[in-house]
């Protein structure tokens, strides 16, 4: 998954990548769950200081 996809509500992007909104959230509910985030944002910032996210 991409950083794109945790931020985003974008219809046309989870129709390209098929998978649903509800997908995403219960991705990201994991995420912040297992990594201790506050919210997506967080997550976000933990994922470029890891070195996951281009520039």
Sequence with gaps: ???RVLLADD???LERM???GTTV???VTR???K???RDRVHLVIMAYEAG???T
């Design 1 to 3: 998954m991409t950083i």
């Design 11 to 13: 219809q046309p992007l």
């Design 18 to 20: 098929a998978i649903t």
């Design 25 to 27: 959230k219960t991705y």
């Design 31 to 33: 995420l912040l769950t």
């Design 35 to 37: 990594l201790g985030a």
């Design 52 to 54: 996951l996210a281009g």
